[in-house]
């Protein structure tokens, strides 16, 4: 049986990959914060950390958006008490396939921080 972990890491890929914002976003804790090399790239001013669901709404309906077809494909996923750590690759039509993984710290059963690394 899988870790609950596990499965929330899921129903991230599969919310994401589905397009669907408010599904994703119900996966983060009101609070959360999500930092991205993406994100400090595109919008400088906030040191590449968004905080809070609203935030993180309105960054994914954008790159969703900028980015027809945007879908992540799942290589590797690990999951314990306090974290995930999910492997995936990024396909998307500005570019080659890029390797990204992404930190989960969970609390009560929600996502209360995400970090991407690629590069």
Known sequence: MPHPHEVLAQAWLDAFNAGDVPRLVALYAEDCTHTSPKIRALHPETGGKLVGRA?????????????????????????????????????????????????????AGKIVASRVYHG
């Open 55 to 107: 935030a993180l709404t309105t960054w994914w309906a954008d790159a969703l958006k900028r980015l027809p077809g945007l879908r992540y494909e799942k290589t590797s996923l690990t999951a314990n008490e306090d974290r995930v750590f999910l492997e995936y690759v990024r396909h998307a039509p500005d570019g080659a396939p890029m390797p990204i993984a992404e930190v989960f710290d969970i609390g």
